[in-house]
């Protein structure tokens, strides 16, 4: 199994010491696996999402005409980045691991938009992650409301508000017409 993990890990660009569980000393909830099979759910979809943000974000930089949006997409990653560790790291404390990847409809979604090529990029890339990051703030305010634990709870506030501000940010980079 290990040796799967492992060719798993490599497969995905990953090394085996990222896949490993962080070094913090688990408390008895944490040793006690009590995390609601609500939350579990809400961190293992989360992940995913961030993920996938993430991976847009790096698209964006590459490839966005506009500058302003390519600065955009950069923070895009960041934040992406910074609240998919902090969600590792609580969810890796409670006995639960987060995927490593975006989900294979969510590559399509991305594989699709990212065929177009110059200003029409733009537009449509513009358009798929503002409906994104909407629904996004949607579920993830949501998921605050009705969060078992309050750790969960501020995980979930925090991605709406990352949310809403990145959505804020992308209109003044690209007024919506």
């Not at 010491?17 to 696996?33: F, H, V």
């Not at 943000?53 to 005409?65: A, S």
């Not at 560790?85 to 975006?102: G, I, V």
Request: include cysteine; hydrophobic fraction near 40%.
């Amino acid at each position: 199994m290990l040796c799967a993990l492992a060719a798993g890990c490599a497969a995905a660009g990953l090394s085996v010491a990222q896949a490993q569980p962080n070094s913090k000393d688990p408390d008895e909830a944490t040793l006690r696996g009590d995390m609601s099979n609500g939350d579990r759910v809400f961190l293992r979809s989360a992940g995913g999402l961030i993920v996938r943000d993430r991976e847009i974000g790096k698209l964006g930089q590459r490839r966005f005409q506009k500058p302003a949006l390519r600065e955009w997409a950069a923070s895009l990653e960041k934040k992406s980045d910074a609240l998919y560790r902090d969600m590792t790291d609580y969810a890796e404390r409670h006995k639960t691991n987060l995927p490593l990847d975006m989900s294979e409809v969510s590559r399509r979604m991305v594989d699709r938009v990212a065929e177009s090529k110059g200003a029409t990029f733009d537009r449509d890339m513009v358009r798929t992650v503002r409906a994104l990051l909407e629904e996004q703030v949607r579920v993830f305010t949501d998921s605050a409301e009705t969060a078992e634990h309050e750790e969960v709870a501020a995980l979930a506030r925090r991605a709406a508000d990352d949310r809403r501000t990145l959505l804020q940010a992308l209109d003044k980079a690209a007024p919506r017409s």
